[in-house]
């Protein structure tokens, strides 16, 4: 059985910083694409970062680059998402996913966790 929890949301103001963690009970991690993804009220999912197997290929939205920075430790089964710079835009409830398959296709992810809010205020 497949378990991914984030933890790290909260609350912080404009300009500020926030480290987001994933802890995945899965056997295989080291070779799954691993995703943060975020969804605000009233709008689709939409991908944030994605990294692959080896931590050496990564994607970020265009909204989020040079901001956040995705990273993974396979020792510890743990995705970190680093992010700094934060506005307002960005408060959502972020996931993280994995894949077996894909980097960026949301539709390839077919483990989730049970989300996280990132709240930014002005």
């Known amino acids: 059985q497949v378990h991914l929890v984030e933890s790290g949301g909260g609350l912080v103001q404009a300009g500020g910083s926030l480290r987001l963690s994933c802890s995945a009970s899965?056997?295989?991690?080291?070779?799954?694409?691993m995703g943060w993804f975020r969804q605000a009220p009233g709008k689709e999912r939409e991908i944030v970062a994605a990294?692959?197997?080896?931590?050496?290929?990564?994607y970020y939205a265009d909204s989020v680059k040079g901001r956040f920075t995705i990273s993974r430790d396979s020792a510890k089964n743990t995705l970190y998402l680093q992010m700094n710079s934060l506005k307002p835009e960005d408060t959502a409830v972020y996931y993280c996913?994995?894949?077996?398959?894909?980097?960026?296709?949301?539709?390839?992810?077919?483990?989730w966790g049970q989300g996280t809010q990132v709240t930014v205020s002005s």
């Open positions: 996913a994995a894949s077996p398959s894909s980097m960026v296709m949301i539709d390839y992810y077919n483990y």
């Open positions: 899965i056997r295989t991690f080291s070779s799954q694409f």
């Open positions: 990294i692959d197997w080896s931590g050496g290929r990564t």
